[in-house]
């Protein structure tokens, strides 16, 4: 027996590794290509086969620096290239392909939920996924931009942010089993199982020959009383919880980590060859190869179908094992799932998971707002601070930095001051508002006019400092984010569940940075745009104030219950 618990508690401990090198694996993509060096690059490729405006006759790359610096002409000097019959501002090539990447990645997500919920694909899912993503990444030491293939690049982009998006969905459904395979939640349902045979014991008839005893006893006294008991059912939620946010908050310090790593080593060929194309080249192929070789453990560690499909089992539920025995015709599948979809956003269904969407609501706004707070502020240092590319890779270097320390220590504090993950993802917003409140500050008399030259984000020392804060409260908030609606979704559809999650986010990337320039082209000043972002911030609050986990809880169980009936 002990032997047969040491092998389990083993694997266990495999499965957790598994998940875990698969963050440090695709985290890099992220940090080093998707939101530093990958715009650049395809601003580059296009670069090095655009013309000059207003005449299209020279070529751009006649010239050094930017074209704006080059002349006084300002926009005589843009530089555009020709994608088919269009002719295109090369900066905006890149921001074509983002978006094309992210309608993609949406699109495809939606599609494969259905296929990522049946336990004996949903670790295929993740390994293709991200094989195709790595792939396309590493392709780029093969493409130079003088290649009359160039605008591959755009599809090479495109392929690897999908291949992460829908990767990630599969990688964040295994997170709520793995935090039920957790030392403390294990140890919890197993004080629980002991309790369960002292109930049983009274049942049993009082002689000494128990041969013909039941071998199941009444729920009445048995485990599910005790397991449905306010007391059990709150301690094994707060155990639950813990464990989960402890699980995501590890994985995001991981993943920064290997981020930070090869970004400084990316760094080198970057300075050594400044900055051209060949070097951003070859940090983007560094950040595939790094992620295909990640993978690798990540599809050995991780739980098999067979692990995943016993762990689906719930009381009064059938066997998944025996739906996944018929081989899933991929149209019929990809189908279903945009049918679910449809269902999912009905009217009924809304109202019968109300926490999981108050949540999503909120986590509409929060999404936008992070990622906007993070696009502005590089942009107001470039802009209204006058930060040189390479003081903004510091920044770039710094945030990361501190988000590990974040996702590392909020736990304890949240363990200190026995917290729930809500309580924690509400404080992590409010200390977050901050950011854009503290450049409104900028527009006060003493700073405004210089009679103070410090505060109100006003010199570039004051974004290392705040890159620093900013770093340690939005890696704790990716990690409580991601916990905390795992703790609101239906068992047994975490690949589907997800998706709508990685759906949420990426529909509204666009909404921020669309009002945020739309203020600083009317206004001319930037710095307007941060009482916008409070606003954006502060809006989600309340609605995240709202959601009831425990009952959110019980809803999603019930959810899944009715739906396998």
């Known amino acids: 027996m002990e032997e047969a618990e040491f092998w389990k508690t083993a694997q266990r401990k ?35 086969n655009g013309m000059l405006l207003p005449d299209r006759i020279m070529p751009c790359n006649t010239i050094r620096g930017q074209p704006d610096e080059a002349s006084p002409g300002g926009d005589e000097r843009r530089c555009s290239v020709k994608i088919g019959w269009l002719w295109i501002d090369t900066a905006s090539f890149s921001l074509y392909v983002y978006s094309a990447s992210v309608a993609l990645q949406a699109l495809t997500v939606i599609s494969m939920g259905c296929i990522a919920d049946r336990p004996t694909y949903r670790k295929r899912l993740l390994v293709g996924f991200a094989s195709m993503g790595a792939a396309a990444a590493t392709l ?29 969905v599969a990688m964040n459904a295994y997170l709520p089993f793995l935090a039920r395979e957790s030392v403390d939640v294990i140890q919890f349902t197993g004080s629980l199982d002991r309790r369960f045979y002292e109930a049983a014991s009274d049942e049993l008839p009082a002689t000494d020959d128990r041969s013909n005893a039941p071998l199941l006893v009444s729920s009445d006294n048995g485990l599910n009383a005790l397991r449905d008991g306010p007391h059990d059912q709150q301690e ?26 090869l970004l400084i080593l990316a760094l080198v060929p970057v300075t050594l060859m400044k900055g051209s194309t060949l070097a951003l080249r070859l940090a983007i192929g560094a950040s595939g190869i790094w992620w295909a070789l990640g993978t690798i453990p990540a599809a050995i560690w991780l739980p098999s179908s067979e692990v995943m499909a016993k762990a689906q089992v719930q009381p009064g539920w059938d066997d998944p094992s025996d739906e996944d025995e018929a081989q899933p015709r991929v149209l019929d599948e990809v189908l279903k799932a945009w049918r679910r979809l449809i269902t999912t956003l009905h009217p009924r269904e809304i109202s019968d998971l109300r926490n999981t969407f108050k949540y999503l609501a909120a986590w509409f706004l929060l999404s936008d707002g992070f990622t906007t707070i993070t696009s502005t502020a590089i942009l107001f240092g ?12 510091i920044v770039g ?21 026995g917290w729930s993950n809500l ?17 409104c500050l900028g527009f006060l008399p003493v700073f405004k006019n210089g009679n103070v030259k410090f505060g109100g984000l006003t010199t570039q020392e004051e974004m290392y400092g ?18 905390l609606y795992a703790e609101l979704i239906p068992p047994g559809e975490e690949a589907r569940w997800y998706g709508l999650f990685s759906i949420t986010d990426k529909s509204s990337s ?18 307007y745009s941060f009482f916008f972002l409070v606003v954006m911030v502060w809006a989600a609050i309340p609605i995240l104030s709202l959601v009831d986990v425990s009952r959110g809880k019980e809803d999603a169980v019930r959810y899944s219950r009715r739906a396998r009936q």
């Not at 080093?32 to 490729?45: D, G, K």
């Not at 710094?398 to 504090?413: H, Q």
């Open 397 to 417: 270097v710094l945030t990361p930095s501190a988000g590990i320390l974040g996702a590392i220590v909020w736990p304890r504090i949240q363990t200190a001051l």
């Open 140 to 168: 780029f030491l093969m493409l130079p931009s003088s290649s009359i293939l160039w605008p591959l690049s755009g599809l090479l982009a495109m392929m690897a942010n999908v291949g992460f998006g829908a990767s990630i």
């Open 423 to 439: 309580r924690v993802l509400v404080v992590l917003v409010a200390l977050a508002s901050l950011i854009p409140a503290y450049g």
């Open 236 to 261: 094994y939620n707060k155990a639950l919880s813990k464990a989960t946010s402890r699980i995501s908050s590890q994985g995001i310090a991981l993943g920064y980590a290997a981020g930070i790593a």
């Open 466 to 483: 705040l890159a620093v804060y900013f770093g340690a409260v939005y890696g704790a908030f990716q990690a409580y984010a991601r916990a």
């Open 14 to 48: 495999e499965h957790l590794r598994g998940w875990l090198s698969y963050a440090f694996a695709s985290e890099v993509f992220v940090v080093v290509s998707l939101t530093l060096f990958l715009p650049i690059c395809l601003e580059q490729f296009a670069r090095d």
């Open 382 to 393: 470039k802009t209204a601070l006058g930060m040189s590319a390479s003081r903004l890779i």
């Open 510 to 527: 666009f909404l921020g940075p669309l009002i945020v320039g739309l203020i600083a082209d009317s206004t001319g000043n930037i710095r």
